[in-house]
């Protein structure tokens, strides 16, 4: 992906991990038949990586660190084709719980990939979201733990390139938010994806339903990219101090990764040669260190948002990058960043 990558020895390959964050998807070319050469960092990952199912996944996943088990997060892929609009995204619950019965027949080893599931659901969508719920709990089975409705905007479009989908301000809709009191009925947890100036708009959604439980996506999505290009230490203080506000509020947990994103340019992203383990845990560390001083470790856990964090570095060298990381830690430390958050968080049945 980002061009001769270093081949590193595995750190603490003993160490058990709980991947909470990836996806799994396969694009059909026509996908990109009438878009423009890309241009967004984001696009030219997805167009080199346009499929990625359970083989690819395996490829990754067997590369020398000890993953248990992972939880596969919602990304538009495998949506029912005949189905009304609010429905169609049960396909994709269905699709990787299929997925996750695979594993679980342990034809592929002792690893339980998406044991855990995270769907979508229009939550503006009105008197339909309980129905949704409950058919993506019904597809799902005993592994569907929660929904993810991304707010992620920015008023420069070519912030999110290809992924800009909504507009501002949807986690104060009134639709939006009589969807997501659904959520408490069902007993579902919510992630949050948005990007760095838009926390407090979280901050304001987790004040008013402090009983759901939320997950924080990529540590908050800080910007590089576009109209934020150099300035992202600059504006480093600002996400610090929402991130010390979002700590407060008990019911939020927050995902450290994300940052070999092309949203965050860090010198990483795309780099050739590729950057080692090092290199990422030093442009990462103030990102990852403060969550976890404010969040604790309790609240803490390291993903790898596979397959779109290859633009930066492969499977091996992101989780080396997060044991440099977390080197400093006890070992009971390290237990809940790499695995016992996850499992607690997303109730996995492992």
């Not at 104060?172 to 708009?201: C, H, I, M, T, V």
């Not at 442009?283 to 633009?311: A, Q």
Request: aromatic share 10%; proline share 6%; with cysteine.
């Amino acid at each position: 992906m980002t061009g001769a990558a270093p081949t590193e020895s595995i750190l603490e390959p003993d160490l058990p991990i709980i991947d909470p964050h990836h996806h799994l998807w396969d694009w059909p070319e026509a996908v990109f038949d009438n878009r423009p050469v890309p241009q967004h960092g984001f696009d030219r990952v997805i167009r080199r990586a346009m499929r990625y199912l359970l083989p690819e996944f395996l490829a990754d996943l067997n590369t020398g660190h000890n993953i248990r088990a992972t939880v596969h997060v919602q990304c538009s892929a495998m949506y029912r084709a005949d189905a009304t609009d609010a429905f169609k995204p049960v396909g994709e619950t269905e699709f990787v719980n299929g997925v996750a019965a695979m594993c679980a027949s342990g034809r592929y080893g002792a690893i339980r990939a998406c044991a855990g599931i995270v769907g979508h659901v229009d939550l503006t969508a009105g008197a339909v979201v309980s129905d949704v719920l409950a058919a993506h709990l019904k597809a799902g089975g005993d592994r569907f733990r929660g929904i993810r409705h991304s707010a992620s905007y920015d008023a420069d479009s070519n912030v999110l390139g290809p992924l800009v989908r909504v507009g501002a301000g949807l986690y104060a809709a009134k639709a939006f938010r009589e969807g997501y009191a659904q959520l408490g009925k069902y007993g579902l947890s919510f992630d949050a994806w948005l990007l760095e100036p838009q926390l407090p708009e979280l901050i304001d959604l987790l004040r008013a339903f402090p009983n759901t439980p939320v997950i924080l996506d990529h540590v908050g999505t800080p910007l590089g990219i576009a109209g934020y290009q150099g300035k992202r230490e600059e504006r480093f203080p600002l996400w610090r101090d929402n991130i010390r506000k979002l700590a407060a509020l008990p019911n939020l947990s927050v995902k450290l990764g994300g940052l070999a994103m092309a949203f965050c340019n860090f010198p990483s992203f795309l780099q050739t040669p590729a950057a080692s383990s090092t290199q990422l845990a030093g442009e990462w560390k103030p990102y990852i260190e403060t969550c976890i001083e404010l969040f604790g470790v309790n609240r803490c856990m390291f993903e790898s948002n596979f397959p779109v964090d290859m633009g930066s570095c492969t499977y091996p060298v992101l989780w080396n990058a997060f044991k440099v990381l977390a080197k400093q830690y006890s070992a009971d430390e390290k237990t809940a960043l790499f695995s016992g958050t996850a499992q607690r968080v997303y109730r996995l049945k492992i």
